[in-house]
């Protein structure tokens, strides 16, 4: 189960990041130029190749282009957290700085779902459980029809020993997706553990 949930968070993160990446180029002011969106560019065909270390060179190169870019902080948080997933036992160091990055997206930009999203996704996979709830709480006000949200309160909040509230967030995923394999899997987990 703990090997689907990394599995299923590194998907949702990737998607987030294509589909963040088009908004970005929407936000830039014209100012920028067009240095700002080749070093997003290249970060962004680094990021798809899994070369993280490159990748954050041209996102930090990005930012340093253009320092209130929330975009940028995000996607070099964004492939700090991808890099520790995916070497987890030498870079899970990454993860903190990852922190910082996406607390400085949410400071320039504070409506940057997708960072709010990833700022939870870390607090969780640092064992912040509780911190990761409250998270995903603020987000479900925005994503109300989103069930995989609602699957994401149910494990942080069974992790942080609450559950009545991991219990009301299956049932709302329940409401949302019946069948879904994924809310049926983490509910057998749940209620088995009781």
């Known amino acids: 189960m703990k090997k689907f949930i990394f599995v299923l968070a590194a998907a949702i993160a990737t998607i987030m990041f294509f589909n963040s990446y088009s908004s970005a180029m929407e936000m830039a002011p014209t100012g920028w130029g067009k240095d700002f969106s080749d ?28 320092p209130h870019a929330a975009q940028a902080s995000y996607k070099i948080a964004l492939t700090m957290y991808r890099w520790g997933n995916d070497i987890q036992a030498r870079r899970e160091d990454l993860w903190p ?29 640092m064992g912040d ?34 559950m009545k509230l991991s219990s009301a967030a299956l049932e709302r995923a329940r409401a949302l997706t019946p069948s879904s394999t994924r809310l049926h899997s983490i509910a057998r987990e749940i209620f088995s553990s009781r």
Not at 97 to 125: H, N, Q, S, W
Not at 134 to 144: A, D, G, L, P, V
């Open 129 to 162: 459980f509780k911190s990761a709830v409250q998270i995903y709480k603020s987000i479900s006000e925005i994503r109300q029809g989103d069930p995989d949200l609602y699957m994401d309160i149910a494990v942080a909040a069974w992790r942080a020993g609450d």
């Open 39 to 66: 070093a997003v560019s290249q970060g962004d065909a680094y990021f798809v190749k899994c070369e993280y270390a490159r990748a954050l060179e041209s996102y930090e190169h990005a930012e340093e282009l253009a």
């Open 97 to 125: 700085l990852a922190i910082k990055k996406v607390e400085r997206t949410l400071y320039l930009d504070p409506t940057f779902a997708d960072a709010v999203f990833l700022l939870g996704v870390l607090r969780y996979r």
